[in-house]
C-alpha cells in the first residue's frame, strides 16, 4: 500500500505479511459505475504492476514470464472492451481478475523486480497530484528507454510475445515496444508525457533533489539513482 501526507507532499509505500487479506470478494458489477478515467488508470496500473516484476534480466523463471505476458495480453484486449461498455460483465471481470493476478505475488515469485517507474510516479502523484496510474504511463516508458542496454533481453522478449515484433535490428524491436505500449497507454485515455499536464523542466530538478537527499537508489541494479531519474525525466516533457 501507499501512505500520502498532503503537508509535506510525500508519498510512501509499504508492505507487510500482516497487511495481507486472507481473502478477497471480486464483483465485477461494483466496477459500472467508475468514470472512464479510473477505469483507465485501473488498466495502466494493473499492467505496470506486471511490466515491473517481468521487465528486468532473464533468471530462468519461463512459466513467470508466461503468465506475466497472459496478464499483460489480455489486458491489452479487454481493457479497450471495458472502457467500450461499462456494464460488460466479462469484460470487468477478467480485468477484475487481471488486476489481482498482476499484485498477489504469483508473478513475481522467484525473479527479479524493479518499482523504479512506481517509486519514481509516487513524487509526480505527491508534487503535483497526478493520479498514480497517470504518473506510470509517463514513467514507465523513460524508464525502458534509460534502462534499455541492462534490460535488453528482456525488452527483445517484451517485443516478441507482447506485441508481436519479432522482425528487425534489436533497437528497431525495442524501440517498437515502447512505442506500441506508448500507445496502448493513450489508447485507453491516458497520456504519456509531461506537458499534457502543464509540466515542464522544472519537474526532474525538485525530484533529482529529493532523491538526492535521500540517497535514494532505484530499480533492480539499483543504478537508478538523483540524477539518473532526473535524466529519465528529461526525456517525458
Not at 30 to 41: E, G
Not at 90 to 103: H, V
Amino acid at each position: 500500500g501507499v501512505i500520502s501526507r498532503d503537508a509535506t507532499q510525500e508519498k510512501f509505500a509499504f508492505g507487510s505479511s500482516y497487511t495481507y487479506p486472507v481473502f478477497a470478494i471480486l464483483d465485477p458489477e461494483t466496477t459500472y459505475s467508475l468514470p472512464p478515467r479510473q477505469v483507465a488508470n485501473g488498466i495502466v496500473d494493473a499492467f505496470v504492476h506486471v511490466v515491473e516484476q517481468y521487465l528486468t534480466y532473464p533468471v530462468n523463471a519461463p512459466l513467470q514470464d508466461r503468465q506475466a505476458e497472459a496478464v499483460m495480453i489480455t489486458l491489452i484486449e479487454e481493457g479497450p472492451k471495458a472502457l467500450a461498455d461499462p456494464t460488460n460483465y466479462d469484460a470487468r471481470a477478467t480485468l477484475m481478475w487481471c488486476a489481482t493476478q498482476a499484485l498477489n505475488g504469483l508473478i513475481g515469485c522467484g525473479v527479479p523486480q524493479d518499482w523504479a517507474t512506481h517509486m519514481i510516479g509516487h513524487e509526480l502523484t505527491a508534487l503535483y497530484g497526478l493520479d498514480h496510474a497517470q504518473t506510470l504511463a509517463i514513467v514507465l516508458p523513460a524508464v525502458m528507454r534509460h534502462q534499455r542496454a541492462r534490460k535488453c533481453e528482456k525488452l527483445l522478449q517484451y517485443a516478441e510475445r507482447v506485441w508481436g515484433v519479432r522482425s528487425g535490428s534489436d533497437d528497431f524491436r525495442i524501440d517498437a515496444a515502447i512505442k506500441m505500449t506508448e500507445l496502448f497507454f493513450r489508447s485507453v485515455g491516458v497520456p504519456t508525457t509531461l506537458h499534457e499536464y502543464g509540466m515542464g523542466a522544472e519537474v526532474s530538478e525538485r525530484i533529482r533533489q529529493r532523491f538526492e537527499q535521500r540517497s535514494t537508489r532505484l530499480g533492480e541494479h539499483q543504478d537508478i539513482g538523483a540524477a539518473e531519474t532526473a535524466a529519465l525525466l528529461a526525456t517525458c516533457i
